[in-house]
Nanobody, 115 residues
Framework: QVQVVESGGGLVQPGGSLRLSCAVS????????MGWYRQAPGKQRGLVAF???????NYADSVKDRFTISRDNAKNTVYLQMNSLKPEDTAVYYC?????????WGQGTQVTVSS
């Protein structure tokens, strides 16, 4: 069984920073892509950023130059450093891990950007 657990969400003022973490555990091997998605109220879930096992990254245009994704392959952990946060970044953030041709999702962590 595979567990995907996110942490690090919360309430932050506009312009502030947060760091999300996601650990994948259980029967895990050769994790290829790890990434973050988000879903705001009334909107579809969309990609924020992903990173491959080789370190290649991809970001949504709306977060480029503000967010940085990284990972620790030995720990099957992925991080999302979020800087210069805006109210429109408010959403539930979901971690995704892809391996053995399957997608695994966490339960999500709430990020709220508000003064």
């Amino acid at each position: 069984q595979v567990q995907v657990v996110e942490s690090g969400g919360g309430l932050v003022q506009p312009g502030g920073s947060l760091r999300l973490s996601c650990a994948v555990s259980g029967i895990v091997f050769d994790v290829d892509k790890m990434g973050w998605y988000r879903q705001a109220p009334g909107k579809q879930r969309g990609l924020v950023a992903f990173i491959t096992s080789g370190g290649n990254t991809n970001y949504a245009d709306s977060v480029k130059d503000r967010f940085t994704i990284s990972r620790d392959n030995a720990k099957n952990t992925v991080y999302l450093q979020m800087n210069s946060l805006k109210p429109e970044d408010t959403a539930v953030y979901y971690c995704n891990a892809n391996f053995a041709s399957q997608d695994y999702w966490g339960q999500g962590t709430q990020v709220t950007v508000s003064s």
